[in-house]
């Protein structure tokens, strides 16, 4: 047991090698230890203090004392207040979305997530609470659009909250340390699972579990387990079962059409980012990504026989990632073109008069059946890692297949599904957009 609070691994490498260097280099003026910058500067500020009590000038020995912060008005995320922790009455184990054993002491009172748009997922669970027990997001998912729509609802959000790690990099341990969660969720898209493994085992050591979660590793499944892990978690399984229902039903509409046995499948190309210079990546059927999404709402991807045959995927199936060959989407001639990451799509995004669809430039494409029939699509990007996925396979559904699903509205679905499990509504975004 350690005198000081500082966790084993971290701060307690500068607990242990900063007064040592002082005093062998008789200077205060010595590097901080990497990973602990803020405890380095509090031994060196208290020796400093130490110093200066016992009538010698800090200067002297090359201290330099920290400048005044600017009072700007600007809040510094992870500066405010946490909130009161609930006393722990028991514990959970729960098996996470990659099969480990994780122990967490209930009832959870704070929590930390990888990506903000991790919050959806519980706000069915625990309605405002969701954001009121929130101290720690990655500064992704969507975070800046959630700033601008919640900071005026939760007005200590901004302060509360601590950054602890950007886009798809590695995590902030000293900003999780200092916010103390009592469960860092972290969604294992783009790989950021392994990121916080890195830190495990100075985040075990401080008592803060994480529960990693798997959003969309299945199209119309990994949204309900991931519910249902939370409902354990957070003691609310009532609450997980009724949401799963509900989403249950959603995809219930695409998956008694049995598309996936249809012989009259249009052909559909996907792309990410692309422009008329640049040719963004495609997926497969057997991925994780939007080519599942294609797969399950009934469409033929033209990508899969070249994944299959380059190796891609998963177990060399017809996944991964990859940019296909101009030429062969020129023959190909899909009927379709579905599209991420163009436009400004998303939570807090505006309607614009006309989407810009720079990629129908490209040499030949003004051929393609898709663009002559104005058969391009696009839909938000992150939506498809989202508690709202039923939505863009909706939308992909009855535009492959207009008759059978003459009686499906996603935007009404939509709609109705922020009004009874968010804090918003749905026209607070625009989700897709199409080629006029």
């Given at each position: 047991m350690h005198p000081h609070q500082e966790t084993h691994g971290i701060g307690t490498v500068a607990v242990e090698k900063i007064p040592g260097r002082i005093v062998e280099e008789q200077s205060l003026a010595v590097d901080a230890v990497s990973g602990a910058t803020v405890t380095c500067n509090g031994i060196i500020q208290a020796a400093a203090m130490a110093i200066q009590a016992a009538g010698a000038d800090p200067a002297d020995f090359g201290y330099t004392a920290p400048a005044p912060k600017e009072t700007t008005g600007e809040v510094r995320p992870g500066s405010g207040p946490l909130p009161e922790k609930v006393p722990k009455t028991g514990s959970i184990t729960v098996n996470d979305a990659k099969g480990r054993q994780v122990t967490i002491e209930t009832p959870v009172s704070t929590y930390a997530v990888s990506t903000m748009d991790v919050v959806d997922f519980i706000v069915p669970l625990k309605g405002k609470e969701a954001f009121n027990m929130l101290v720690g997001t990655g500064n992704s998912g969507g975070k800046k659009a959630y700033d601008e729509i919640y900071f005026p609802m939760f007005t200590d959000l901004q302060a509360r909250v601590g950054i602890i790690s950007e886009h798809n990099a590695p995590f902030d341990l000293e900003m999780i340390l200092n916010r103390q969660p009592d469960v860092v969720i972290v969604n294992s898209a783009m790989q950021a699972h392994k990121h916080i493994l890195d830190i495990e085992p100075q985040l075990t050591q401080a008592g803060i579990p994480i529960v990693l979660i798997?959003?969309?590793?299945?199209?119309?499944?990994?949204?309900?387990?991931?519910?249902?892990?939370?409902?354990?978690?957070?003691?609310?399984?009532?609450?997980?079962?009724?949401?799963?229902?509900?989403?249950?039903?959603?995809?219930?509409?695409?998956r008694t059409k049995n598309l996936s046995a249809r012989t009259d499948k249009p052909s559909v190309y996907y792309e990410k980012s692309g422009y008329s210079e640049i040719y963004g990546s495609t997926s497969g059927s057997?991925?994780?990504?939007?080519?599942?999404?294609?797969?399950?709402?009934?469409?033929?991807?033209?990508?899969?026989?070249?994944?299959?045959?380059?190796?891609?995927?998963?177990?060399?199936?017809?996944?991964?990632?990859?940019?296909?060959?101009?030429?062969?989407?020129?023959?190909a001639d899909p009927d379709y073109i579905v599209l991420s990451g163009i436009n400004n799509l998303g939570l807090g995004a505006k309607p614009a008069a006309e989407a810009e669809f720079?990629?129908?430039?490209?040499?030949?494409?003004?051929?393609?059946?898709?663009?002559?029939?104005?058969?391009?699509?696009?839909?938000?990007?992150?939506?498809?890692?989202?508690?709202?996925?039923?939505?863009?396979?909706?939308?992909?559904?009855?535009?492959f297949y207009p008759d059978e699903f003459a009686g499906v509205d996603p935007e009404a679905l939509l709609a109705d599904f922020f009004d009874r499990y968010t804090l918003i509504e749905s026209d607070m975004g625009v989700w897709q957009a199409r080629l006029q």
């Open positions: 798997d959003v969309p590793s299945t199209v119309d499944t990994s949204v309900q387990k991931t519910i249902a892990l939370l409902g354990d978690l957070f003691g609310e399984k009532e609450k997980a079962a009724a949401a799963n229902a509900e989403l249950d039903g959603l995809f219930d509409l695409i057997n991925s994780s990504g939007w080519g599942a999404l294609v797969a399950f709402a009934g469409g033929e991807n033209i990508a899969d026989a070249v994944l299959q045959e380059s190796g891609g995927g998963k177990s060399g199936g017809k996944g991964g990632s990859q940019t296909l060959d101009p030429e062969y989407v020129l023959q720079d990629i129908i430039n490209r040499p030949g494409w003004s051929k393609l059946q898709a663009v002559r029939s104005k058969q391009v699509i696009e839909l938000m990007h992150e939506m498809n890692r989202t508690i709202f996925s039923f939505y863009p396979c909706l939308v992909l559904a009855k535009t």
